[in-house]
């Protein structure tokens, strides 16, 4: 019985020899796959990681170029936009030169018009009733003056002109009240002129002792009966805007 009991323990112990033996030298052979393993195992994340970075590459440039064709398309248009601009420019641009030449003709035609306006003006003031004389006179000499000056633009000085003929017109609607010196039998006299737009000019002595009526069909002044002088005071007091707008019964024109 002892006999059989050290022969199992001695194959017990030779079997754990020989598993030892074994395992050791399974180990001896995997070491080297587990090592290629584990090297394959690097090279792959490795690669991986490459490739991980390649593709992020590859995104980053396909969105720069996405980027870049939407710009290209931008472009595209705001060059067409600029083209059509710069076309209606250089259009604009030979429709001022066309215009300038044009201007230089019609300066040296609007020169003498301008000159001739002005004679116009001045031949019909002395023809005209002669209210506020000198006023008249002065603005016609001030456009002869500015006729002969060179720094000043044929525009303004048409504009001038323009001007003067409008005060000119304008005078035939309004009704004024002004005072100057006036000759009545042969003395001068401070009186009040009325003017009623273009069909009444009609003086009165500061007394209202006197007045007198310019006879437009004989071009002199007249005297005015005593029965006038309350209704021409009324109207140089509505002149003055002392008295509401109302009727006047006045002679608009008297004959020889």
Not at 44 to 72: C, H, P
Not at 133 to 158: C, G, N, T, Y
Not at 166 to 179: A, H, L, N
């Amino acid at each position: 019985m002892r006999l059989f009991q050290a022969f199992s323990v001695a194959c017990v112990t030779a079997t754990l020899t020989l598993t030892t033996a074994v395992n050791a030298q399974e180990d001896d052979y995997l070491k080297p796959v587990v090592k290629s393993a584990d090297k394959i195992n690097q090279s792959a994340i490795q690669s991986q990681q490459k490739i991980n970075k390649i593709t992020g590459q590859i995104d980053s440039k396909l969105q720069q170029f996405k980027t870049v064709n939407k710009e290209t398309d931008g472009l595209v248009v705001y060059n067409n936009q600029l083209r059509k601009q710069i076309q209606n420019q250089l259009n604009e641009m030979a429709d001022l030169n066309s215009s300038i030449d044009e201007v230089s003709v019609i300066e040296r035609q609007i020169t003498p018009l301008m000159l001739r306006m002005v004679d116009g003006l001045e031949q019909f003031v002395k023809l005209d009733v002669p209210f506020l004389p000198q006023e008249r006179q002065q603005r016609i000499d001030s456009l002869r003056d500015l006729m002969d000056r060179a720094d000043v633009a044929p525009s303004e000085k048409f504009r001038r002109v323009m001007e003067a003929y409008q005060v000119e017109m304008d005078y035939g609607r309004t009704i004024e009240s002004y005072s100057g010196i006036h000759n009545i039998g042969g003395q001068e006299r401070d009186v009040d002129f009325l003017r009623i737009g273009r069909v009444a000019l009609i003086y009165q002595t500061r007394d209202a002792v006197s007045q007198g009526i310019w006879n437009k069909k004989s071009a002199q002044w007249e005297e005015l009966d005593n029965s006038y002088r309350t209704q021409v005071t009324k109207g140089l007091r509505i002149a003055k805007k002392q008295l509401a707008p109302n009727l006047l019964s006045l002679p608009v024109a008297l004959t020889d």
